[in-house]
């Protein structure tokens, strides 16, 4: 008996890009395109969206500060802020241009010593 196997490189990806990838293409493309384009402008449109219920005092410029942590997701989330509205300003920090990954900053940083990265 002979499997048919189509394989798809879509080069580095973060995890949550890795499992949309899979969605999209276990729905058959019903849930998006399963491209990363499609998924910068699937999730971006949706926190556009998300925002736009936030209360904001005064100016309408907002600003988003993320620490990538010193991982892939700092080369994908310059990437996709492009894809965000104009009133968005997005700041990565700890974009992997020094650092060790996850050293002194991340989520789990966060979480396990109970104050800011550095």
Do not use: W
């Amino acid at each position: 008996m002979a499997f048919c196997i189509s394989l798809t490189d879509y080069g580095l990806l973060t995890t949550p890009q890795l499992h949309y990838m899979v969605f999209c293409r276990n729905s058959k493309g019903q849930y998006g395109k399963a491209t990363v384009e499609g998924y910068y402008q699937k999730l971006s449109l949706a926190f556009v969206e998300l925002t736009k219920q936030a209360f904001c005092s005064g100016d309408d410029h907002r600003t988003l500060k993320v620490d990538c942590a010193n991982g892939i997701g700092a080369l994908k989330l310059a990437e996709m802020k492009h894809y965000f509205s104009q009133g968005l300003s997005v700041q990565l920090f700890n974009d992997g241009t020094k650092g060790k990954l996850n050293h002194l900053c991340g989520a789990d940083f966060v979480k396990s010593h109970q104050k800011p990265p550095q």
